[in-house]
C-alpha cells in the first residue's frame, strides 16, 4: 500500500466517504496533455478519441489529456508545474504566450526534433499566418492547432429589410459605415432597436481593434516582440473609425460592449452586423433563427484580420523520451485528415492547405460555404499582437482602448500613453 | 420582561433604518433573485421579465448533463469537512496550548503563527505544488486540502477565546483531579461553541469557494471540486448561455444558501458572541 492509497484510505475512514485515489497502474509511457477547455464538453469528447486513438496506433505510449480551463487558466496551471520540476510534457496554450512561455524558460524549439525529410515538410505546411505566431529568432516554437480570425457575421433578413442586397457583405470601411447607417432602426421616441454593427471591446479589444488597425495598413508589434507601434497615425485613425462608428454615427451601441453576449445580441435581432471569431461558427449557426452570412472582414487600405487561438508546445523540464512522443503525437494530430476533421467539428480553421483538398473537407465545404472564409482571409491574416511580457504590454493596450471608447481619452492620446507604458514594459528585453 | 430598549430607533430614524436595510437587502438578494428567473426560464427570457413567462427544468437537465456535478458535489464535502475537521482539532489543541502554558520559545512561535496571518496562500503556490508532487499527493482530495489544514486564524481565535475563560474554572477542574486534556474538552471546548461555530462557517465558506489552488493541484474529475467545475459554463469563446450559467451556480451555491437559512439564527448569534464582523 503506497502513501497515496493510505493517506486516501485515511481520510475515507475521517469523513466516511471517498473513493480511493487515483488508479493509475500502467505499462505505457504516459504523455501528460495539458489542454485548455473545462471537463465535460463536447470538446472533451472529441481530445479523449483522438488520445484513444494515437494509443491504438502506437501501443506503449498513453497521451493522457488533463482538462485544465481556460487559456489563462491553464497557463497558470502548466507554470506551477513547471516551476515545481513537474511540467506536462505537452500543452495547447495561446499562441501569443509563446514569448511567455520562452521568458521563463518552459519549452523547446520543435527544431531539434524535426529531421528527416518528411518531418521538414511537415513543419512547412502549416498557413503562413499561423506560423507567424509561433516562430521567432528563427526557431519554431509552437505548432498550430486550433487557431481561429475575426470575420463578419451579417442577418440576411435584417439586410433585406434595410433595402440592401442580402447576398453582398460590406466590402470596404466606407460601405461597411453605409450599411451600418441603413441598418440602425430607431422607434418613434429616437430609441435605438436595432444597431447596425456591434465590433465588442470588453475583454480582449486588441484583437479586434486589430482587424481595424491592419486595414489602415498599421503593424503594431515586431516579430521580435520586443517593439511596438501603438501610437502610429494609421492606428490613431483605426481607432477613430471605430469611436465614430458609437459616437459621431451612432451606428454601434455605445461605450464598451460584451464580448461574450455578442453573439446573443446578434441572434435576438439587437444588431444586424457582428464581428467575432470563427470560433463561433457553429455556435451561430445552431442558434440564429433567421439565414445569415459570413464574410471577410471589410478592407480599409487593404484587408486584414489577426489570427488566434492556441499552439502546441512541448516542455522542457520533461523527458527527452517523452518529449519525442509528445512531438510524435503533435505530428500525429496535425496530418490533414485529422487536420480537416478538427475544423469540421470544431469551427477553428483547418491550419494547413492539403487539408482543404481532403474529400472530408471538400464535402463539408461543399454544404456549408461559410467555413471557407476564414480560410480564405487568411492571405490577408497578421500575428496577433504578442511580445515579451505579454499580459502586461497587452493590458496596457486595452487600457488605452477601453479609455478611448469611454471618452476617457482623446484616441490620439490613449495611443501615446499606451505606447509610452508598453515601451517602459519592453525595455529590458531589447 | 418586555421592557422598551432605550436605544432603539424611533421616528424619522426608525424609516431611514428601515429603509435603508431594505436597500441592502434589495442589492443582496437581486443577483440571486436573477440567478433564479434565468434558471427556471427558457433562454429566451433570460434578459426579458415576462410575468407568464413559461417555468422549465430544461437548464437543469442540460447542466447536469454537461458536468458530472453530483461528483463534484461529493469531492467539495470531502475536501470542505476534511479540512474542518483537521483544523478544528489542529487549532484547538495548539490554541490551548499558547493560551494556558508558559513554554520556552512560546512568544516567537506565536509571532510565528500570527505572521502566517500576513501571507496570502496565493504566493505559495509553486512550494505547495512543490510539496504535493513530492507527496504523490497531486489531483487527490487530501492534496487539496493538506496546505490549508493548519490555519493561523484558527490558532489565534481560539487562543484569544480560551484566554478570557476564567482561570478559577480551570483550576477547579484541576481540583477535582481533571487530566489537561479532560480540562481542555469539559471547560474549554464547551465554553468557546459560538467561536468554533463562527469560525467553521467561515472555513466552510472559503473552502467552498475556493478556486485556484484546486484548479491547479487537480487533474481529474475524480478529485475536481465545484467550483473548478463550475467554470466549464464561463467559456466566453463561444458566446456567454446566461440560462445555463445562472443554473450552474444555483446547483453550486444550494447547499450553502439552505444551510445557511436553516441555521441562520445560530449564525448571527455566533457571530455576535465571537466577535468575527
Known amino acids: ?430 | 420582561m418586555s421592557r422598551p430598549d432605550p436605544y432603539a430607533p424611533r421616528g424619522l430614524a426608525l424609516t431611514l433604518e428601515t429603509a435603508g436595510a431594505w436597500l441592502l437587502a434589495i442589492v443582496w438578494i437581486a443577483p440571486l433573485a436573477y440567478a433564479i428567473w434565468t434558471a427556471f426560464h427558457p433562454q429566451e427570457f433570460s434578459t426579458r421579465f415576462v410575468w407568464n413567462a413559461p417555468l422549465t427544468l430544461e437548464n437543469f437537465a442540460r447542466v447536469l448533463e454537461a458536468a458530472p456535478f453530483g461528483r463534484y458535489m461529493l469531492n467539495t464535502f470531502v475536501y470542505v469537512t476534511f479540512v474542518l475537521a483537521c483544523q478544528l482539532v489542529l487549532c484547538t489543541l495548539a490554541a490551548y496550548g499558547f493560551a494556558r502554558y508558559d513554554f520556552f520559545g512560546a512568544n516567537v512561535a506565536f509571532a510565528l503563527v500570527l505572521a502566517q496571518l500576513m501571507i496570502m496562500p496565493d504566493v505559495l503556490i509553486v512550494e505547495n505544488y512543490r510539496t504535493m508532487t513530492k507527496l504523490d499527493l497531486v489531483d487527490t482530495a487530501p492534496g487539496i486540502a493538506l496546505p490549508y489544514v493548519a490555519s493561523a486564524f484558527g490558532v489565534f481565535l481560539l487562543r484569544q477565546t480560551f484566554k478570557s475563560v476564567p482561570k478559577e474554572l480551570d483550576d477547579a477542574a484541576r481540583v477535582e483531579g481533571a487530566s489537561p486534556l479532560q480540562t481542555l474538552w469539559r471547560v474549554y471546548i464547551p465554553l468557546a461553541r459560538p467561536v468554533y461555530v463562527a469560525y467553521a462557517l467561515v472555513s466552510i465558506s472559503y473552502h467552498w469557494n475556493n478556486f485556484l489552488w484546486p484548479l491547479i493541484v487537480t487533474n481529474s474529475v475524480e478529485a475536481r471540486p465545484l467550483t473548478v467545475g463550475l467554470q466549464i459554463f464561463a467559456g466566453v469563446d463561444q458566446g456567454i448561455d446566461w440560462s445555463v450559467i445562472c443554473t450552474a451556480t444555483l446547483i453550486s451555491a444550494a447547499p450553502l444558501l439552505v444551510a445557511f437559512l436553516m441555521f441562520q439564527r445560530q449564525f448571527v448569534q455566533s457571530f455576535m458572541r465571537a466577535g468575527i464582523r
Do not use: C
Open chain 1, 1 to 430: 500500500m503506497d502513501r497515496r492509497q493510505f493517506i486516501g484510505g485515511a481520510s475515507a475512514l475521517a469523513v466516511g466517504a471517498m473513493a480511493p485515489g487515483a488508479v493509475s497502474a500502467q505499462a505505457a509511457q504516459e504523455i501528460s496533455f495539458f489542454y485548455p477547455v473545462a471537463v465535460g464538453g463536447p470538446i472533451t469528447k472529441l481530445i479523449d478519441a483522438y488520445a484513444a486513438d494515437f494509443q491504438k496506433d502506437n501501443p506503449g505510449v498513453a497521451v493522457k489529456p488533463i482538462y485544465a480551463g481556460s487559456y489563462q487558466e491553464t497557463i497558470v496551471k502548466a507554470l506551477t508545474a513547471h516551476k515545481s520540476g513537474t511540467p506536462p510534457v505537452t500543452s495547447v496554450l495561446l499562441s501569443t504566450d509563446m514569448f511567455t512561455l520562452i521568458d521563463e524558460d518552459a519549452i523547446i524549439p520543435f527544431d531539434e526534433f524535426v529531421k528527416t525529410d518528411a518531418d521538414k515538410a511537415w513543419l512547412k505546411s502549416f498557413y503562413p499566418a499561423f506560423m507567424e505566431n509561433s516562430q521567432t529568432g528563427g526557431k519554431t516554437w509552437g505548432i498550430p492547432f486550433q487557431r481561429s480570425t475575426v470575420v463578419l457575421y451579417w442577418n440576411k433578413e435584417a439586410f433585406k429589410e434595410a433595402g440592401l442586397d442580402p447576398e453582398k457583405p460590406p466590402q470596404t470601411w466606407a460601405e461597411q459605415l453605409d450599411f451600418a447607417q441603413k441598418l440602425t432602426k430607431r422607434d418613434a421616441a429616437g430609441n435605438v432597436t436595432q444597431w447596425g454593427i456591434q465590433i465588442p471591446s470588453s475583454g480582449f479589444p486588441y484583437w479586434l481593434f486589430q482587424g481595424l488597425t491592419t486595414q489602415a495598413g498599421a503593424i503594431l508589434a515586431n516579430a521580435a516582440g520586443n517593439e511596438v507601434k501603438l501610437d502610429a497615425p494609421e492606428v490613431v485613425e483605426a481607432l477613430q473609425y471605430w469611436i465614430d462608428l458609437a459616437q459621431k454615427h451612432k451606428v454601434h451601441p455605445p461605450g464598451v460592449t460584451e464580448w461574450g453576449t455578442t453573439p446573443k445580441d446578434f441572434f435576438e435581432r439587437k444588431i444586424a452586423m457582428m464581428w467575432t471569431t470563427t470560433g463561433n461558427l457553429t455556435n451561430v449557426r445552431n442558434n440564429a433563427k433567421f439565414p445569415f452570412g459570413v464574410a471577410m472582414l471589410p478592407a480599409g487600405k487593404r484587408r486584414g484580420s489577426p489570427t488566434g487561438g492556441g499552439n502546441f508546445y512541448i516542455f522542457k523540464k520533461s523527458k527527452p523520451a517523452e518529449q519525442q512522443a509528445a512531438f510524435n503525437f503533435i505530428k500525429w494530430i496535425t496530418t490533414p485528415e485529422r487536420a480537416a476533421r478538427w475544423g469540421i467539428d470544431t469551427g477553428y480553421v483547418a491550419v494547413r492547405a492539403d487539408a482543404w483538398d481532403t474529400p472530408a473537407m471538400k464535402d463539408y465545404v461543399a454544404g456549408f460555404p461559410a467555413a471557407a472564409v476564414a480560410r480564405d482571409q487568411l492571405p490577408h491574416a497578421v500575428a496577433e499582437f504578442s511580445t515579451h511580457d505579454n499580459q502586461r504590454v497587452t493590458k496596457a493596450l486595452n487600457d488605452g482602448l477601453q479609455a478611448a471608447i469611454t471618452g476617457a481619452k482623446p484616441p490620439a492620446q490613449a495611443m501615446k500613453d499606451a505606447q509610452t507604458e508598453a515601451m517602459r514594459i519592453l525595455k529590458d528585453y531589447k
